[in-house]
């Protein structure tokens, strides 16, 4: 009879450290995707970022050579955009 107890307490173990190490390792690798998807979220960001940059310059000279008299104002503007951050709060 004890035999058997400890058969069954052991494979219950067992089992309990098989069932933790397996969602132990699907959470890990939950994560690591998700680290994964941040990684190209960041560089897609930066890619549009870089985009927008250099179509504004190409606006910016455009707009130069055919109304000079709005550059100042473009330049303003492009620069306040510029030096925001990401210190923005999303409305809810």
Do not use: C
């Not at 107890?5 to 994560?31: D, H, M, N």
């Not at 890619?47 to 179509?55: D, G, Y």
């Not at 550059?71 to 999303?90: H, M």
Request: net charge negative; no cysteine; hydrophobic share 45%.
């Amino acid at each position: 009879m004890p035999a058997i107890t400890l058969t069954v307490i052991g494979a219950l173990i067992s089992a309990g450290i098989g069932g933790f190490v397996w969602w132990l390792q699907r959470r890990i690798s939950k994560r690591a995707k998700h680290y994964d998807d941040v990684a190209d979220l960041r560089k897609a960001v930066w890619r549009l970022n870089k985009t927008v940059l250099i179509l504004a310059k190409m606006l910016d000279s455009l707009s130069k050579k055919t109304h000079p008299e709005f550059a100042p104002e473009l330049e303003e503007i492009a620069r306040e955009l510029l030096s925001t951050t990401d210190d923005y709060e999303e409305e809810a």
